[in-house]
């Protein structure tokens, strides 16, 4: 097993179709460039490769939102999740559309019950 690789997502250090799965967990919404940044991930996954991508969801009904905002430390951070965190991610139609102009197709989409955060199964 290898260790986690931390790099920018837009010019990976990786062979061309040489990893199996890539995970962005809570991160694709800081990427400078997310349409490249896919196109990068693609190219690392083999034919049949899985991205999962999990985000914050800005659509998410308002309850999850104060559901994972009330776990936050802080009293000012709780009351900014949602409006200057969670509204900042990319909504996941947005992100499936970029995925798929990337030559990715969506597998399956699951928005968990609790948290404002949704999941995306993405195939190369």
Known sequence: VRSPLRARA???PLRT???EVAA???SLRHFSDRERSLLELRR???PGGTLVIA???PQAPARRIAHHAEGLRGRALGL???ALVVRTAPPAHQVVALAERAGFSLRR???DPLQPL???ELTR
């Open 109 to 111: 989409r699951v928005d």
């Open 44 to 46: 690392v996954l083999v």
């Open 118 to 120: 949704y999941v995306l």
């Open 17 to 19: 179709a040489s990893v």
């Open 24 to 26: 962005c967990i809570s």
């Open 10 to 12: 837009e010019a990976l």
């Open 80 to 82: 900014a999740f949602g």
């Open 55 to 57: 985000e914050l969801d």
